[in-house]
């Protein structure tokens, strides 16, 4: 069965400082993996893709990387905001049959 | 970046009503458009699959006249929550592609409280 596992489950920060989030996954044949923030009531939104030659990927503050062999990936935010207060979820596709598996996400909290 | 659009965010219904969400795609045309289901603090659980002029595919264990699906447009699917009970409220977020290689996008969720 294809599962996604994330951790920490919840964590919570500094303003200011960086933290990294862990995804590992078992999906097989891997398609691709994607980053995603949800703020509280709202749909997720994409940070970044990446497939399986790309080892890192940036967007702004969010970098994620990707390791294919040890199915394992990680989202590091730099410089946290407090606007980055939100659930990240790791959402791994599979090649088969073109269906996501799903983590349960990963809850920031950005204090001041 | 591509828009979809899920209405109403928020309702409040009485045990025993119907509620309709819909999912609109604002600036593509979406073969396919998917409906999850997501509890506190956990992941989307997904519902159903569907495309356009096609009946929806359900999950497992997701009761397909409890939770009717329609697809009628390639901007528009809408959810139907039959006869809502307590333990149907949940967040239900919908999700439309334009093929299975495209990117996916995220309705805002509709936050359904069953009284």
């Known amino acids: 069965k294809n599962q996604v596992e994330q951790s920490p489950q919840s964590l919570i920060i500094l303003e200011g400082k960086n933290c990294t989030l862990q995804?590992?996954?078992?999906?097989?044949?891997?398609?691709?993996l994607r980053w995603y923030k949800q703020d509280t009531g709202r749909g997720p939104v994409s940070l970044t893709i990446?497939?399986?030659?790309?080892n890192t990927k940036s967007n702004g503050r969010y970098t994620a990387t990707l390791d294919a062999d040890t199915k394992q990936s990680s989202l590091h935010i730099t410089a946290s905001q407090l606007s980055d207060s939100a659930s990240y979820i790791c959402?791994?596709?599979?090649?088969?049959?073109?269906?996501?598996?799903f983590g349960a996400g990963t809850t920031v909290t950005v204090r001041a | 970046g591509a828009v979809v659009s899920q209405h109403p965010s928020r309702v409040i219904c009485k045990s025993g009503t119907s509620v309709k969400i819909e999912c609109r795609s604002l600036?593509?045309?979406?073969?396919?458009m998917f409906w999850y289901r997501q509890f506190p603090k956990k992941s989307l659980m997904l519902m159903a699959t569907?495309?356009?002029?096609?009946?929806?595919?359900?999950e497992q264990g997701v009761e397909k006249d409890k939770f009717l699906i329609n697809h009628a447009s390639l901007t528009l699917s809408t959810l139907t929550v039959t006869s809502a009970h307590p333990e149907d409220s949940s967040f239900y977020i919908c999700?439309?592609?334009?093929?299975?290689?495209?990117?996916?996008?995220f309705g805002s969720g509709t936050q359904l409280s069953v009284l």
């Open positions: 999700s439309a592609r334009r093929s299975t290689a495209e990117k996916l996008f």
């Open positions: 995804c590992n996954y078992t999906v097989s044949p891997f398609s691709n």
């Open positions: 990446m497939t399986f030659s790309e």
């Open positions: 959402v791994v596709k599979s090649r088969d049959d073109y269906k996501l598996s």
């Open positions: 600036d593509f045309q979406a073969t396919t």
């Open positions: 569907s495309n356009e002029g096609s009946k929806a595919t359900y």
